[in-house]
């Protein structure tokens, strides 16, 4: 038997939409390095970004029916994350399911698996993220939950958790603590940039961190060419 | 001993040529998801198109020498598509052979190796789909066979075959059979088109195809979050 | 114990310099074929192109403390060239280092793991070659060795050695052997130019090298399709 | 910060054996095909066969500090399961930790990155699923949690769930969820005998399963070789 | 629609026999480096060693309903011979359809894709060649042809043509080439046989194949250590 | 122009021999944790081990002649390591180069590419190290240094060196550091035989390395499960 969960809790919009200007690596440091989907998920387009809320969708291998079931469950300001139940490159999501979550206000898509019509959905410029692009077609004859937590690309996704997702891959936070890893991007974030203007006029992270000192009590040694070895 | 088919028999003009308006998807789809050469044969660069017939070659690993054999077998209309005898990913092919299939009309490569001057064969917008993006350079000492059937990324390519490739993959269609996959491939963008307009005003893919009844058969049931287990 | 080698030797800067007008093939070839880094190592972004003297830095997986030191050690002219201890795919370098990398005039990094801030990295038009792009942090606790000699994907790199990459990959060439290599490809180009212009009027490759007797040698044989088997 | 769970609720021991006689594939399917390990996790010898309960222990890259952490927190009839933070193949564990893990009576381990001394493993019939068996050695220099919940090789395991393991693969239950498919495990051998008497005595899947009619149904034709196509 | 051939023209029991004396790497010199399949097919235990004539079945991904109706189609000599039509890994088969086939005197089974019980199957010793060790499960839904061409693992295959696999490997050779090919490889392990005496005697491949004179006209030069470079 | 150096320098023989007691684990540990090939180089049977000094060799993709001409250059003690200039899995080498080798005191092969007769190599217990098993033949055609620096697995090799090669992989020690690493590895095994018997007895790492106080120093915490968030 398959589920499909409604109504689930999502994060609070103006806490989604305030990762809008924060990179995956600066969110993903903020929350203290965790929740990184593998790095074989890819953008299908660079650059690329997408925030939003997470409805989460299992299938088959080579079965897109659930997908179909997944959206409309999804409302503006989801993204929509798919994982199947065994290892599939094949081609689950084109143009047509893209245009329908367009329709509906829908951020992206995370799609451990294939996706086809490439070209048409960088067009569109809908975000995705997947582990393959490819053509293989997908039947519709089984089952799968929808709005259950599942694993995606090694990291657990619970529905209405934030996703934030860019060219450096995808993360994923937790909806209750979704507020205070916004709150450390902030400063993270803030920090960065006077960073950036320190090391644009040539100073080094050796002095603007500190890190001589302990580099020597670790045994860091320096010689000259001539005399080495 | 190594043996260059002449004088093969193509799939007529005007049939290949109506592959034009149609993605791989499409037309895998529209000969029933059969054809499709292997996800790992990527476009080297996005967004690309290409349809030809098929002139196939076998080269040894490392030994480019039966691609310039190959060329001479090229008309206007073809599309070269190389294997080699085992797996490689060395650079075979280059600009100077793309200048020169390019001079006879040829449309494209297919190839289940490396090629280099990735920069200029984009710059030439010459269409290439291979294994590998790779300056590793070759031989020319084995001899191999020209326009015999081979197996290209594990597919079956007869030459004188139509090739379609885009941004999702390649696919391959028997000359016997492509005037009738070319009907169906048009049959079906037609119900695309409709459909796309369907799904564009919000029309849930549920409704369209009519899943609802057949879902709860099987077993689907919703269930609200705060009910859930 | 870990060491910084300081004052290396770097190949004479109008030898390096004299490489910028060729692709990595060229060069891969004028030297022998040999001195390519593995096909993994490809481009966050294309076209690409960058030359310079390598300064080698050791890391360990997961630990970016000595991109840190070896900045220090890079002058204008350089490429950065790092690998890991044991294989990693973590982001272990993003905008600042690269802003900083920048300041001091350095041309490029060779990374055998993964980098992040992709999208910044390609908007400020800075050249990377990774194995992976990742947002995935690291830490700072391990020392390694700055301009020690080093195996990056799979080639052997001495510091003040050049470095050649471009869309097809990575190549390095020794301090002493840049000179001839350069030459060599000087020649080549020069050849290549006249064969460009040969096939672009359609002459065929077989003619132009003179294939045609050597292939019969061997034993290749013309058939007519409707002869064949 | 990293936390150590003590005192952790456990699979009662006497439905952990209970699944000592079957396979993980049996189990596999009596809980409904869930709960699976991806298939890059493979045993060090054959045959092997473990159950236990779980024990968690997330680790740095390159750093196997925590397992001696978890040791410490193993009990007999555990099975140690090891996350690293991002992609490894490092040697984390060798023969003196199995050797510490079985004075405790710790009945396996399951390690999603490296291990080494397998010859010696392997004398000692220490039960050991890992993606690699490599001597690169690790650091002890960064904290992880023990004891919370962590997703391995794909899949989510909380500590004191069922880890059941063979040639296969590896397999994890919930352990509110254990007996339930212990029962369904026990149903599903006691039919599968039976109808192994049929299979042997060479009667057909098909008649057992009565799948001819459904066959038609769908649309399969049979045809004489030479009256095909 | 998916179609059974039955009656297929098999390959001479007589001279599938024959090539239970050789090994993979002898019939696949014998019949000039050609139908290999891909080194990803790997034996589940060693050693290991099967002739037959070949059965062919295609499966949907994550589907095994087909090996079911294959298996009616296999006689006493054959091998059975599986291709997903999309990549899969899967576990397809199990001990009880090795049962199946047992009882049907089939010798084998070529699995482009996963298997699972593979201690059972080793324990029985029924000879299986695949891509995967995996308990994941299948369902059965959907058809597929059996006994006509397929794609395996690279190779194009016809019912009733010779499989020759080993501990190397798996190679398929043509219904009428077995016998040409099988008197060739009966030559090459004669002409080995004395080859191995005088190897086992210390004789050099270099004088026993006479490849000095042809390694000087090539350009080999001999040098000592300490006057190279 | 290829070369074979003549003559080349030898690590001691009682030096190299003194290994034949350690495994890789601890000789990689010995020398600081540096020299060690690639994950991806497996013995073909276990358990194994085998040290000796290294004669290097070149070949060709798919071309194993110089394999031959480095037979010649070897001696009793020998180990041969051969890479190949680009990446290849074909098998280079079987039964008849193992009797060679054998015939001169070799004691194993370290290649980076593919072997075959992989059951008659398995049962001459010929130790062999490779990237792949597999059937598929190469020619003689292109030639290669011997006994030049190459990189294998990615580790770089000198002829001369120890190779020390078990289950857990391969490392690489200089001729004029093996004397040094040797001792520290015979001081290495001293201590962990201690150790092995105090874990034996049920002393934990924690505290048999008294890793408690620097744990907790790091911030480490517990808690118990029903305090646990």
Redesign the interface.
């Known amino acids: 038997?398959?589920?499909?969960?409604?109504?689930?809790?999502r994060t609070e919009k103006t806490i989604v939409d305030g990762f809008a200007d924060f990179?995956?690596?600066t969110v993903?440091?903020a929350q203290g390095?965790?929740g990184?989907l593998?790095?074989y998920m890819?953008p299908i387009?660079?650059?690329?970004?997408a925030v939003g809320t997470a409805v989460t969708c299992e299938v088959?291998?080579?079965?897109n029916?659930m997908i179909?079931?997944a959206?409309?469950q999804c409302q503006a300001g989801d993204i929509l994350v798919v994982t199947p139940?065994?290892?599939?490159?094949?081609?689950y999501f084109?143009?047509?399911?893209a245009?329908?979550l367009k329709?509906?206000g829908v951020r992206g898509l995370i799609m451990d698996a294939?996706v086809?019509?490439?070209?048409?959905l960088?067009?569109m410029q809908f975000p995705v993220w997947s582990k393959?692009?490819?053509?293989?077609?997908t039947?519709?004859?089984?089952?799968g939950n929808v709005?259950?937590?599942l694993?995606c690309a090694?990291?657990?996704v619970y529905?209405g958790d934030v996703i934030v997702a860019?060219?450096?891959?995808v993360?994923v936070l937790r909806r209750d603590e979704a507020a205070s890893v916004l709150e450390k991007a902030q400063e993270r974030e803030a920090n960065?940039a006077g960073?950036?203007v320190q090391?644009?006029?040539?100073e080094?992270?050796?002095d603007i961190?500190k890190?001589r000192e302990r580099?020597t009590q670790?045994?860091?040694?320096?010689?000259?060419?001539?005399e080495?070895r």
């Open positions: 038997m398959a589920v499909v969960v409604t109504d689930i809790k990179g995956v690596a993903h440091e390095r965790k990184l593998a790095s890819r387009y660079r650059p690329i970004h088959a291998p080579g079965d029916w179909h079931v959206v409309e139940t065994s290892a599939c490159e094949d081609g084109g143009d047509l399911l245009t329908s329709a509906r294939g086809r019509d490439a070209a048409v960088t067009e393959a692009i490819y053509a293989q077609g039947v519709k004859e089984t089952l709005n259950r937590p694993v090694g990291a657990l529905p860019d060219d450096d891959g993360v960065e960073k950036r090391f644009e006029r040539g080094l992270g050796l961190y890190m580099l670790k045994g860091l040694k320096y010689v000259r060419q001539d080495d």
